[in-house]
């Protein structure tokens, strides 16, 4: 599992053309597996209601229902990301989000092949699989103190114990914060040192 940090995800976003600039920002942004945003149609995206809906994924060159009822899922929609599909919107015509120049259904082992392979050369990042864009997303809704069950509903795991399975290992800085602000939260900071100085007299 590679994960990259905001300055990279920026280095990521510099290099590429459209719509790969944007389909990379989804990737970041949402977590979608990489049959997901090639199978996403303009009418999955609720712009009103800042989501984005998983209803289908690319698979052997069709475009199939996720087996899945946890895969079909509502993704909340980060402002950088609707304004960017927005514009992306006005410049593409057809279904499809994301196409290819002659406006085609962009085949995944080409992507990966030659977009992805071009991205990570201009960018001049360490070799990481597209999939790691899926693990990123996780960590960072991780580092700003995201739910577990939140965090799985984005992802669509099948179970909670997935999500911990995975990206528990992140989460340790996270619990700690939890257990200062309880600490806040019951004494005060104030409170709080007077108690603990008060214990320490009585031993």
């Known amino acids: 599992m590679e994960i990259l940090p905001p300055p990279e995800i920026r280095r990521l976003l510099?290099?590429?053309?459209?719509?790969?600039?944007?389909?990379?920002?989804c990737a970041v942004l949402t977590g979608m597996r990489r049959g997901e945003l090639l199978g996403l149609?303009?009418?999955d995206i609720d712009f009103g209601g800042h989501r984005v809906h998983v209803r289908r994924s690319l698979w052997r060159g069709k475009l199939v229902t996720p087996k899945s009822r946890r895969s079909r899922r509502a993704i909340?929609?980060?402002?950088?990301?609707?304004?960017?599909?927005?514009?992306?919107r006005g410049g593409f015509t057809g279904e499809m989000v994301f196409t290819?120049?002659?406006?085609?259904?962009i085949d995944p082992d080409n992507f990966?092949?030659?977009d992805w392979a071009r991205v990570l050369r201009r960018s001049t990042l360490r070799r990481i699989r597209f999939h790691d864009l899926r693990?990123?997303?996780a960590s960072l809704l991780t580092a700003q103190g995201a739910h577990p069950k939140y965090i799985q509903a984005q992802l669509g795991h099948a179970s909670i114990q997935t999500t911990l399975d995975r990206?528990?290992?992140?989460m340790p800085q996270i619990h700690e914060a939890e257990a200062r602000k309880l600490d806040q939260l019951v004494f005060g900071s104030e409170a709080g040192m007077e108690h603990v100085k008060a214990d320490a007299g009585r031993d």
């Open 14 to 25: 510099d290099s590429p053309d459209e719509p790969v600039r944007t389909l990379l920002l």
């Open 100 to 105: 290819s120049p002659d406006g085609q259904l």
């Open 167 to 170: 990206y528990g290992h992140l």
């Open 135 to 137: 693990h990123t997303y």
């Open 76 to 88: 909340d929609l980060a402002p950088t990301l609707k304004a960017a599909l927005g514009w992306l």
């Open 112 to 114: 990966s092949h030659r």
């Open 41 to 43: 149609k303009w009418e």
